[in-house]
Nanobody, 125 residues
Framework: QVQLVESGGGLVQAGGSLRVSCAASGRTFSTYAMGWFRQAPGKEREFVGVISQRGGRTDYADSVKGRFTISRDNAKNTVYLQMNSLKPEDTAVYYC??????????????????WGQGTQVTVSS
């Protein structure tokens, strides 16, 4: 069982930066690929990016590529999402998720076993 808790969301102006974190409980954090998803009001949950178990591989949605960066610290059981050059269309609830297999951008919500409660990110124009 893995419990995930996101933090660091908030309100930021367009063009600004924000880093959200996801802290995991348990001793098995390093065995999970960690994904980030987001969901805007009235829209389906969409893939943002993913990092492999040891952090050697990452993959991103085209909409965030070059602006967002995922990293992880297995010693701290934490994964990060650094968001730069934010746009109003990035406004959403951001979720981290843990999955047993790294599937890159092909991984959808069903490929992840555990989810955090989400953190709101709002980008004002």
């Amino acid at each position: 069982q893995v419990q995930l808790v996101e933090s660091g969301g908030g309100l930021v102006q367009a063009g600004g930066s924000l880093r959200v974190s996801c802290a995991a409980s348990g001793r098995t954090f390093s065995t999970y690929a960690m994904g980030w998803f987001r969901q805007a009001p009235g829209k389906e949950r969409e893939f943002v990016g993913v990092i492999s178990q040891r952090g050697g591989r990452t993959d991103y949605a085209d909409s965030v590529k070059g602006r967002f960066t995922i990293s992880r610290d297995n010693a701290k059981n934490t994964v990060y999402l650094q968001m730069n050059s934010l746009k109003p269309e990035d406004t959403a609830v951001y979720y981290c998720a843990a999955g047993l297999y790294y599937r890159g951008y092909l991984g959808g919500p069903r490929d992840y076993n555990y989810w955090g409660q989400g953190t709101q990110v709002t980008v004002s124009s």
